[in-house]
C-alpha cells in the first residue's frame, strides 16, 4: 500500500507556475504529479542519466543529425506550397 501523502505549498513566479502546469499538461498529468516526478527523477539519479545518454547521443551523432535537419529544412523551403500560383 501507498503511504499517505503529505501536502507542501510552493511559491513560484506566475510564469514559471504557467509554464510548469503547460509541461504537466502536454505530458498528460496534473501539476501534482508533474511536480513529483521532476523531484523524484532529480533525486534518483534518472534525470543525470537521462541527460548523459542525449550528451552522447549527440556527441556520436550530432552531425549527421545537422545534416538530416539541413536536408529536411531544403525539402521543405523547396515544395511548392498549397494554393501558390503555378
Known sequence: MASPKKQTQLRL?????????DA???????????????????????RAAGMASAQRLLDEHGSFLDALERDLDAQHSSAPRRGAAA
Do not use: M, Q
Open 13 to 21: 513566479e506566475p510564469g514559471v507556475l504557467a509554464a510548469g502546469k
Open 24 to 46: 504537466a499538461a502536454a505530458r498528460g498529468l496534473d501539476f501534482n504529479r508533474y511536480v513529483e516526478r521532476l523531484i523524484s527523477e532529480d533525486t534518483s539519479g534518472a
